[in-house]
């Protein structure tokens, strides 16, 4: 089970911070891949970006608490 995060008195759900970091590395993902190039072999960028975030959040909340850091 992902447990809570209090940030300055502020109950924040585990799976909203998660989405949050997810946000934040689709972003990076997809400069990388604009800045390269690559994005232009992707037919839909709506897409591209709704499967990244998928995927990042995916990864993240099976392996984050598996390993202990948000906890």
């Known amino acids: ?7 300055g008195g502020v ?5 909203l911070v998660l989405a949050i970091i ?3 590395g689709t972003v990076a993902v997809l400069r990388l891949l604009t ?8 037919g839909f960028r709506p ?13 993240l909340v099976q392996f984050l608490p598996s390993i202990g850091i948000l906890s």
């Open 1 to 7: 089970m992902i447990p809570d995060i209090t940030i």
């Open 11 to 15: 109950l924040l759900p585990g799976l």
């Open 22 to 24: 997810s946000l934040a």
């Open 35 to 42: 800045s390269t190039g690559l994005v232009q072999r992707f």
């Open 47 to 59: 897409l591209l970006e709704i499967a990244t975030f998928t995927l990042l959040y995916g990864l």
